[in-house]
């Protein structure tokens, strides 16, 4: 698969089979976080994995009660250093290269911006002076989502400055 059409063809799930993902994929996948982009190669994040369907469980209520939080193969905690510059970016850089990865595996993502981050760093012993700015499920999607309108590009961007369209 393409780059493009990774991108347009990315979906976020919320439906997953009951399915664990094999640890040489599970890999694959994590590298190429890894290798993402760093502001001046600080690398100042890192990422808890959890499979266990215990933790899974606890997750739900702590993730806006998201019940498809429960049935992910995968759920990932973006843990950042807050003395890091940019070390937040990075992170969402780092889980945009997996997302993309994941796709191409024939894996669906869900970025989860719906949590309680001091809940989440209590029930995985995340130090106090870390932050936790995302998470994100992953799994075997049991859907197949159409794609969401989009605002023309028109809408969004402007052209040199401010306020003069792009045409």
């Not at 994929?25 to 499979?51: C, F, H, K």
């Not at 266990?52 to 009660?65: N, R």
């Amino acid at each position: 698969m393409d780059v493009k059409t990774a991108i347009q063809s990315r979906r976020s799930i919320r439906k997953y089979e009951n399915k664990q993902i094999p640890r040489e994929v599970l890999e694959d996948l994590l590298e190429s976080a890894r290798i993402a982009p760093s502001a001046n190669n600080a690398q100042g994040w890192y990422m808890i994995a959890i499979t266990d369907k215990d933790t899974l469980t606890k997750l739900v209520p702590i993730s806006g009660h998201q019940k498809f939080v429960g049935e992910c193969s995968l759920y990932l905690v973006g843990v950042t250093e807050p003395s890091v510059y940019y070390s937040a970016i990075d992170m969402t850089i780092a889980l945009d290269h997996l997302s993309l990865r994941a796709l191409e595996l024939e894996l669906g993502t869900c970025w989860i911006g719906d949590f309680e981050s001091d809940k989440v760093k209590q029930l995985l012993g995340i130090p106090a002076e870390r932050d936790v700015p995302i998470c994100m499920t992953v799994g075997f999607p049991a859907q197949n989502p159409a794609a969401r309108k989009r605002k023309p590009l028109s809408q969004l961007l402007h052209k040199e400055k401010w306020g003069t369209p792009w045409s």
